[in-house]
């Protein structure tokens, strides 16, 4: 019977994840934008993942800027734990993350770079699609990318995503840098 509970349980929860995960992607933005820091939202959110990542992935920054930017910042702490996440999920939890950031003639660049198994090429075009998940069975919503897509283009962002198989997978979002 016990199992019959928990098994319920963990159902509950992904509807609710699911649920949670559509109205934020659905909702307008309400959030009022601010000056942020990309480095420190970046930071927190490691932070914030420390105890999950330790002992298990490594992690190397880079930030050549501070990178503020005008900003929602929940969202922005949204885009960036989704984006770990996803990395750290395709490392089946354990191999090398790079994460930097520098100011490129276009803008504020930040990469997200794990050592995972990368993405087969016919997936990539589709990794934005709401619903389309890689995860069948695992608990995958196939909505995280899609969220990530949307928090991009209301802050007048790129996003992009290059991956080779066998050679790990690279996020790119470029961020229009605030005007001093």
Partial sequence: MSNSIQTIGAGLDRV????????QFLSPQ???KRRLSLADAMKSTLNMLS?????KVSIHQDYKTGGV???VADQIDQLFLNLIKNAVEAMNGSGELK????????????????????????????????????????????LGLSICKKIVERHHG???IKSIEGGGTEVRVLFPLLGI
């Fill in 99 to 142: 994460i930097r950031m520098a100011e490129e003639e276009k803008g504020l660049m930040v990469t997200i770079q794990d050592s995972g198994p990368g993405i087969p090429a016919e997936i990539l075009p589709h990794l934005f699609e709401s619903f389309f998940t890689t995860k069948k069975g695992k608990g995958g919503t196939g």
């Fill in 16 to 23: 609710s994840a699911i649920v949670g995960n559509v109205k």
């Fill in 51 to 55: 105890p999950q990542l330790e002992g």
């Fill in 158 to 160: 790129e996003i992009g």
């Fill in 69 to 71: 930017i005008e900003g």
């Fill in 30 to 32: 309400l959030d009022h």
